[in-house]
Structures are given as structure tokens and as C-alpha cells.
């Protein structure tokens, strides 16, 4: 499973020092196997059930996550009985839980994963609300068009879900 990240004018640190502080980060944490070789930053190896994996593109970082073992095993009875919509689901957010689960969600590059956890997770149950650098450096021109930013993400998440399931449907139709 992969995200692509497009840059974005507002990056305020560049892919090195992201790469070199989230290895700080996450090697304070956890005992994984990180390595950070040029614009190639992976935790794991090929072999483990959850491979991560982020790289840099001519204009942004692609996300990618390699699941096996165990992991994979929960998802595939769901292709097998043709669930597809849930298969997309659980897939989907068992790979956003595992980056949010190693890295750092407040990191300016990992905007994407904030965002995409948020509707999925119930106020009623936030310990720690997630958080996003972008929104708290001066992106905008001014606290109006911050207030239009979180007047217009509730309906971005509701044209997401709505793209989702007209895709869905209209591929159920082709198989």
C-alpha cells in the first residue's frame, strides 16, 4: 500500500532533516531496524510483516507500506468472500494506524496521515487530539482563510467517502 505526498511551498524543513528526525524519534522509542540511505528512508526489512518505506520523487515523498504474515492474513478472508468495500476499509486504515503508530504526526511531511486519521477517529475518544504542523505555521494570509480550512474539511472528508463509494459501486459492477 502506498501515499504519494505532493510538495507543497509551505514544507518548512527539507526531506534530510525529516529523515534524520524521525529516525531520532522513532530510534528513541521503539527497537526497529531504521535506516536512512540518501532520499531512501526504511524501518524493517523485507522480510518482516510490516516493511515501511518513504522516498523522495521529483515533487514529493511516496509513503509505502509492504504488509505480510499475519497482518495480511486478516484481510485476505475479505477479498475471498468478496468484500471488497470493507477490504478497502480495514486495509486502509490498518495502514494509516501503522505509520501513525511509528512516526510522528505533527512533522510538517506527515500532514496527510492527520488528516486522513481524523475522520476516523471519535471525539469521544481522543486522549491526545492529532496534530499538524501546517496548520499551526503561518500558512495562511489570514485567520480568515484558516477559519474557511475548518469550515470546508468536514465536506472534503464527505466528497472522499462519496468518491470511495461511487468508485466502488461502479467497479462492483465489472466483476
Known amino acids: 500500500m502506498h501515499y504519494f505526498r505532493k510538495s507543497k511551498l509551505?514544507?518548512?524543513?527539507?526531506?534530510?532533516?525529516?529523515?534524520?528526525?524521525?529516525?531520532?524519534?522513532?530510534?528513541?522509542?521503539?527497537?526497529?531496524?531504521?535506516?536512512?540511505?540518501?532520499?531512501?528512508?526504511?524501518?524493517?526489512?523485507?522480510?518482516?510483516?510490516?516493511?515501511?518505506?518513504?522516498?523522495?520523487?521529483?515533487?514529493?515523498?511516496?509513503?509505502?507500506?509492504?504488509?505480510?504474515?499475519t497482518p495480511l492474513k486478516s484481510f485476505q478472508d475479505l477479498l475471498f468472500l468478496r468484500q471488497i468495500q470493507q477490504f478497502e476499509s480495514e486495509s486502509s486504515y490498518y495502514f494509516l494506524r501503522s505509520f501513525a503508530n511509528i512516526f510522528p504526526i505533527s512533522y510538517c511531511f506527515m500532514d496527510w496521515l492527520a488528516v486522513s486519521l481524523r475522520p476516523k477517529t471519535s471525539h469521544s475518544n481522543l486522549i491526545k487530539p492529532l496534530r499538524s504542523e501546517y496548520i499551526q505555521v503561518d500558512n495562511f494570509i489570514s485567520v480568515t482563510h484558516k477559519k474557511h480550512l475548518f469550515l470546508l474539511l468536514p465536506y472534503s472528508h464527505f466528497y472522499n467517502l462519496w468518491m470511495l463509494l461511487k468508485n466502488l459501486y461502479e467497479n462492483s459492477l465489472i466483476l
Open 10 to 69: 509551505t514544507d518548512n524543513i527539507s526531506v534530510h532533516d525529516f529523515f534524520e528526525s524521525c529516525y531520532r524519534k522513532i530510534s528513541q522509542k521503539k527497537r526497529r531496524q531504521i535506516s536512512v540511505q540518501g532520499p531512501i528512508f526504511t524501518i524493517g526489512n523485507r522480510r518482516s510483516s510490516n516493511f515501511f518505506r518513504i522516498y523522495q520523487k521529483k515533487d514529493g515523498l511516496e509513503f509505502e507500506l509492504e504488509i505480510k504474515k
